[in-house]
């Protein structure tokens, strides 16, 4: 399973690192404005054996998704930076990869997107999490997963390896 990370802050930087000890994810990327994480994330990955063949000069979420991405998670900060992302997205995913949003945003903002990667066949999960970054960071965050249950089930092996409390 090939995952991006979009956002690898405190929390979504351990999220990240947390997949890259797991067994059933292969390859696992890191997007964020910061050239300075990317650059770390990558190096972290490749010295694992999980990174994308090259990393991209060009900090643009293009350059960090594409057909071959099974996974999109989302760790940012609010509504607003999730929306930005998603819009990219819904041009770029392939049909039955799917996008999980551990930010904070509404729940009518949840449904909203949910409804937009429906129309184009690429599954939603809206995952709260809760823990803080050391946490976060040796896969013991608590999350709250929503979504269908096909959905739920392709994304397990994300959930388990980032998590000790699943909802």
């Known amino acids: 399973m090939k995952v991006t990370v979009i ?3 405190a ?14 994810i292969s390859e696992v990327s890191g997007f964020d404005l910061s050239t300075q994480l990317v650059q770390s994330f990558y190096d972290e990955a490749h010295a694992a054996g999980k ?6 000069s060009e900090l643009t979420v293009e350059n960090f998704v594409n057909e071959t991405t099974d996974v999109v998670l989302i760790v940012l900060v609010n509504e607003a930076q999730c929306q930005s992302v998603c819009d990219n997205l819904l041009s770029i995913m392939r049909e ?38 050391v946490r976060a960071l040796n896969g013991e ?15 397990d092996p994300i959930l388990q390896a980032m998590g000790k409390e699943i909802h």
């Not at 929390?11 to 059933?24: C, D, E, F, I, K």
């Not at 949003?101 to 939603?124: G, P």
């Open 7 to 9: 956002g690898l802050g």
């Open 11 to 24: 929390m979504g930087g351990g999220m990240a690192r947390s997949l890259l000890r797991s067994n059933t």
């Open 51 to 56: 990174s994308s063949p090259s990393l991209s």
């Open 96 to 133: 039955g990869s799917c996008v999980v949003v551990s930010s904070t945003v509404s729940a009518a903002w949840s449904k909203s997107a949910e409804a937009k990667f429906s129309d184009k066949n690429i599954q939603f999960c809206d995952c709260p999490i809760s823990g803080g970054s």
């Open 141 to 155: 965050i608590t999350i709250m997963a929503s979504g269908e249950p096909k959905s739920l089930e392709y994304i």
